[in-house]
């Protein structure tokens, strides 16, 4: 089988091609992943908000360690519940804790976003 010329470099194109579809199909796996990730979570959020708003009750504080997620999805919600109720709670970043503002906690459950 004798070659014809310039088939070498069309071979070596479509190799380009090849890898950059790759390059192109994990970034977009990445994309989609942390999508589905994000989208999770959020969907979690009103149950989450509620486990929060019934440990204000009884408590002053709710712990990031509190709360029945891994570690970095509590502080996440925290800081989310914290922003969002602003007037009655504060976030603090160093200990993971939130906190009501009275100290007291009691506000008969009724903390809202």
């Not at 071979?11 to 990730?37: C, G, M, P």
């Not at 509190?66 to 109720?85: R, S, T």
């Not at 970043?93 to 007291?104: D, E, F, M």
Request: proline share 4%; net charge positive.
């Amino acid at each position: 089988m004798i070659d014809k010329p310039g088939t070498e470099r069309t071979i070596s194109n479509r190799f380009d091609i090849i890898d950059k579809s790759l390059h192109a199909i994990e970034q977009q796996s990445r994309t989609l992943k942390q999508y589905f990730q994000v989208n999770e979570f959020l969907i979690n959020y009103p149950n989450i908000e509620y486990i929060v708003q019934d440990m204000l009750s009884t408590s002053a504080t709710v712990a990031s360690s509190d709360l029945p997620v891994k570690p970095k999805y509590a502080v996440e919600y925290l800081k989310m519940y914290a922003a969002a109720n602003s007037s009655v709670v504060t976030f603090d970043s160093k200990s993971g804790r939130l906190k009501h503002i009275s100290g007291n906690g009691k506000n008969g459950g009724q903390v809202t976003s």
